[in-house]
C-alpha cells in the first residue's frame, strides 16, 4: 500500500511538472503574440492584454429564472397590438400567468423549461 501511495505521489508531481511547463511555454507564446499585436497595431501591449483578459472573463454567468422567462414570453403575448399606454399591468400579467395551469413552473419538465429559457437567450 505504501508503495503504491508514493508511486502515484511521483505521478502526480511528474504530471504537476509536466503541466507547469506547459503553461509557461503557453503563457511566452502569448506575450509574443501580444507584443507582435502591439507592434503591428501600434497600441499598448498593456491595452491588448486587457482585450485578451475581459474577452476571457465575459461569459454569460447565469440565466434568467424560469418565472422571469414565464413572464417575459406571456407579457409579449398578451401585450402584442397594443399600443404602448395600453400595455396591461405587471399584476394583470401575473394573474393571467397564475391562472393558466401550462404555465405553472412545477408542472413543466426539465426539457420545457430549458427550451423556454434557451429561447428568451436567442431573442
Known sequence: MAGTHSLLKKNTKASLELIQQKFNTDFEEQDMFIKDM??????????IRKMISY???LTLMCCPSIANVILHFKSQKLNNGHLPGEHLKLKE??????????????RMSKGQK????EKLIEH
Not at 93 to 105: C, E, G, K, R, Y
Not at 114 to 117: G, M, R, W
Open 114 to 117: 430549458k427550451e423556454l429559457i
Open 55 to 57: 474577452a476571457s472573463t
Open 38 to 47: 502591439a507592434c503591428i497595431h501600434i497600441i499598448d501591449e498593456d491595452h
Open 93 to 106: 400579467i401575473q394573474q393571467n400567468i397564475a391562472a393558466d395551469l401550462d404555465l405553472d413552473p412545477a
